[in-house]
């Protein structure tokens, strides 16, 4: 067949699987969990809510898979009724990061595209995978940063920064940061970071040995007072009235 999708629903952990040869544009895409390829010698950590697309003719090697959960395909060229878009014509693999409520996107398109697959609906194949194509942007060094900053914000290694920060850490300007990752996401650095602060805020708050002081300097807002207020604001409820609604069951 010229189009393949399978679901993939690996929940043990499989070390490794030995190298073999792609034959077509092979993609993956996953929803929970992790898979660490090599492809030609380089290594490439697919995690949640991001997309691998490898060209033909690239050596593959999944040196470790963990609870996986998504989906993998793969296509010929002649499938396709547009083979002009760029990533097909790239170098090296493409890996693509889907954020939020498009990550959320990806996942439904291409579970209406196993079922379509299911009935040989090509239209709606045809259409789905252009879209997906279209999508894709091959690296370049502008797109490299914004991976990059929502990497580093996303990260639970360190306590959340402010823009400054992150762009002394990246090497450019705070004004550099901000127009580039506005430019590639449509949210600026500030609304990412306030979006991984509320995040981690929820998540830590549901754990009652970490103190509501603990979390404010974890979220990167050292004063208790003010990440009140800034939970407040972005929530309706106090991170103890939030806590406690968390113990009671409502969330």
Not at 53 to 80: A, D, N, W
Not at 149 to 164: A, T, W
Not at 194 to 206: A, D, P, T, V, W
């Amino acid at each position: 067949p010229q189009f393949i999708l399978k679901h993939i629903d690996k929940r043990t952990d499989i070390p490794l699987y030995p190298p073999y040869t792609l034959e077509r544009f092979s993609f993956l895409f996953v929803l929970e969990g992790e898979v660490l390829n090599e492809i030609d010698g380089k290594t490439i950590l697919v995690g949640p809510g991001q997309f691998l697309l490898c060209q033909p003719r690239k050596t593959v090697t999944i040196k470790h898979m963990k609870e996986c959960i998504g989906y993998e395909g793969s296509f010929s060229e002649s499938f396709l009724k547009d083979a002009s878009y760029p990533v097909l014509r790239a170098d090296t693999p493409v890996h693509q990061t889907f954020w939020f409520d498009d990550g959320v996107f990806m996942g439904a398109l291409l579970k209406r595209m196993l079922d379509a697959l299911e009935y040989r609906d090509l239209a709606f194949l045809h259409s789905s995978l252009d879209l997906i194509l279209c999508q894709l942007k091959p690296v370049t060094s502008s797109s490299v940063l914004p991976e990059a900053f929502l990497k580093m914000v996303f990260s639970r290694e360190q306590p959340i920064l402010s823009v400054s920060d992150y762009a002394r850490m990246l090497d450019v300007s705070p004004n550099y940061l901000n127009k580039t990752v506005k430019a590639h996401t449509h949210k600026t650095a500030m609304e990412w970071i306030e979006i991984s602060r509320l995040n981690l805020s929820k998540q830590m708050l549901k754990d009652r040995r970490y103190s509501i002081q603990e979390i404010a300097v974890r979220t990167g807002l050292d004063d208790q007072s003010y990440f009140s207020r800034f939970f407040k604001k972005k929530t309706g409820l106090s991170p103890s009235e939030y806590r406690n609604q968390v113990k009671s069951g409502i969330f």
